[in-house]
């Protein structure tokens, strides 16, 4: 459990009964070793912006997916607006967009605001004292020594120093209190830059490496992927482990083996999630990552390209021409409050351009869009109205946003791969919603013609006798005998243009680069055209956006609707498309 509670709606802070054993941990790392001096200076390793640090120098702080106005304050005089914008705040990740101002002019400002912090909470008061917090702050700290120590008062230096020992003793004693996953991963990676860059605390690098190699093992399987199956977490912790290799390798440390395995196992899993545009699929409450940041940290591991067969992660990847279609075939965490019911749905870019998506993460937008982002509404794939394919508790609904995990959903998925001419496809299923109304989903996708044509079918089905007694209960319930209602999803990134084409028989797609994608679909559906909403962590408000919406009604014991996406020389190839 993390020693932060980022549910308080002031802001976060420490859970009660975490507080005074923090406090006290805090307080006894003032008396453990102290640094003297610096043994090694990494190159930073987070790219800053100049445009960023002039608008911080105006007094512009854009953290967090939040922007605050505070002309002529100190950032620590400053009521955090988020939860985000509080953490990127106390783990300086502005720190890098100072630094990147031609000529040092952002120097002088990032001593100043460094200084105030260290006098302020440097002796653990704040919200910046949780384990994992404190390890993303040590990096960026000891990557930018040079930035901050360059003309830095002497008394100035020896406060920087003393609160680098306390980080660093503090990170040693409470870094198993952070959450499981990502939060560690950060704290250890920390300590172990604090061990490998800071003469005096080398004994902390034993049991750094150690703890880190433990959670390799038990967070990182065996090919590559970790239990919230959220692509960009898991690029975190790749990013992460390529830096405490190659700060190990520059110190003349040995290796590790644990980590270089982790290393190696993880690489092709994010290949394999990673769209032609080079961006991740967003899934389970990541985004597309930070651009560069996927094929940077690839490079930077130095692991050679290779297919992964079979799922990646859950994620199953089509690819041809410089089209990607990637689907999500595996069931969420249970009980993960970032899972999302995005069971089957899939994204599909062009080239660069990506066409078809979920709406991602809402997170940064406020705890009604987070949950809202969570719905399988809010993903490409078929929804049941009113009923997501993952559920929640009951009691659930009214914890914590950070809280809320899933406590119902698939939990068979399955896949087989199907021999295409001329492509390649795949056949999944999922049982969210066979204890519950009695019906299997169906989704076959196919990528044909050099990547020209992506062709998929959708079906509901009660499959056996218990199934069909279920839905025939479910069914009687519903007004008229209409048959349940259902609708299969096309969310489009918002720079995709759709108009209703050929008579309303086609909704043509349009790219910023002018090339067009033409949908259609079988008569067993309506289609429309539907607002909907992208979430974009680095944008202060969702984006509006649309969605390709088929609605159809199971009558009988099952439905299908055929569609495609084509690019029109697939059209005009002859191709056997839905009518």
Partial sequence: MSDIDLSSPGGPRLQPHRRSASRLAILAAGWGPKMQGFRWQPEPRFPGSAVRGRQLLAGNFRLGG????AHGKSPWDITPPTD???QALHGFDWIDDLAAIPGGLGRATAQAWLADWITRYGRGKGVGWSPDLTGRRQIRWISQVLFLMNGQDPAQTRAFEACLSRQANYIAKRWDRSSVGLPRFEALTGLVYSACSLIGMETHLGPALGNLARECATQIDSHGGIPTRNPEELLEVFVLLTWVAQILQETGKRPDP???TAILRIAPTLRALRHADGSLVRAHGGGRGAPGRLIGA???SGVRPSRIKGLAMGFARLAAGRVTVIADAAPPQMGSASAHAGTLGFEMTSANHPLIVHAGSGTAFGPDWRRAGRATVSHSTVSLAGYSSSRFAEKAIQAAPDLQGFAEGPTDVSIQNSEIAGGEGIIISHDGWRRTHGLVHLRALTLEDNGNLLRGDDGLAALDGNDRTRFETVNRALPYDVGLQFAVRFHLHPDVIAEVDMGGAAISLTLPNEETWVF????EAEVEIRASVYFD???LKPRATKQIVLSSRVR??????????ARPSALLSGSDLPL
């Avoid at 939040?66 to 106005?69: I, P, R, T």
């Avoid at 009988?556 to 996406?565: N, T």
């Fill in 66 to 69: 939040a922007l605050v106005e």
């Fill in 84 to 86: 985000a914008f509080a």
């Fill in 258 to 260: 644990a980590i270089d």
């Fill in 298 to 300: 690839l490079v930077q």
């Fill in 520 to 523: 259609r679909h079988g008569s």
């Fill in 537 to 539: 962590a680095g944008r």
């Fill in 556 to 565: 009988g014991y099952g439905a299908a609707v055929s569609w495609s996406i």
